[in-house]
């Protein structure tokens, strides 16, 4: 059972995601908005699950790495709108990446509503994208 996911949100405020979202599946987008296939492909595709299935809680979480720290309208300018389309929160450090030892960005971590690691995948390219449609699917009904 994960503990916690302890973030800062976009106001700086310290977050712990499971307190926040209690009782919720969670598919947990790990990026960085240098990424190219994180912020292409990655972030458009989570929206993609937000919007077509209700019963998630897609929340963007956005890495940092070395001594730069990301601002709230770094965040926001990935996005044509300006605006964010699902929660996001930044990982000071890097140390949700490290505590779900992330291959590298974009990272997936899906969550039970018990606070189980459902599955953990890697990228966001077609083979990754079908084994998180698979996943997104299992997760929703219930699967083990």
């Given at each position: 059972?994960?503990?916690?996911i302890?973030?800062?949100?976009?106001?700086?405020?310290?977050?712990?995601?499971?307190?926040?979202?209690?009782?919720?599946?969670?598919v947990?987008?790990?990026?960085?908005?240098?990424?190219?296939?994180?912020?292409?492909?990655?972030?458009?595709?989570?929206?993609?699950?937000q919007?077509?299935?209700?019963?998630?809680?897609?929340?963007?979480?956005?890495?940092n790495?070395g001594?730069?720290k990301?601002t709230k309208?770094?965040?926001?300018?990935?996005?044509?709108?300006?605006?964010?389309?699902?929660?996001?929160?930044?990982?000071?450090?890097h140390?949700?990446?490290?505590?779900?030892?992330?291959?590298?960005?974009?990272?997936?971590?899906?969550?039970?509503?018990?606070?189980?690691?459902?599955?953990?995948?890697?990228?966001?390219?077609?083979?990754?994208?079908?084994?998180?449609f698979?996943a997104?699917?299992?997760?929703?009904?219930?699967?083990s």
């Open positions: 059972m994960i503990e916690s302890l973030v800062t949100d976009l106001d700086g405020r310290k977050i712990d995601l499971l307190t926040e979202y209690q009782h919720k599946a969670l947990l987008i790990i990026y960085n908005n240098s990424c190219l296939g994180c912020t292409g492909r990655a972030i458009p595709l989570a929206y993609d699950f919007q077509g299935n209700p019963s998630i809680q897609v929340i963007g979480i956005h890495s790495f001594k730069n990301t309208e770094d965040i926001k300018s990935i996005f044509t709108s300006g605006e964010v389309p699902f929660p996001i929160y930044i990982d000071d450090n140390s949700v990446f490290d505590q779900f030892e992330s291959a590298g960005t974009p990272q997936w971590i899906l969550i039970t509503p018990e606070r189980v690691l459902y599955r953990s995948i890697f990228g966001s390219q077609d083979g990754a994208q079908n084994r998180l698979y997104i699917e299992g997760l929703v009904k219930g699967d």
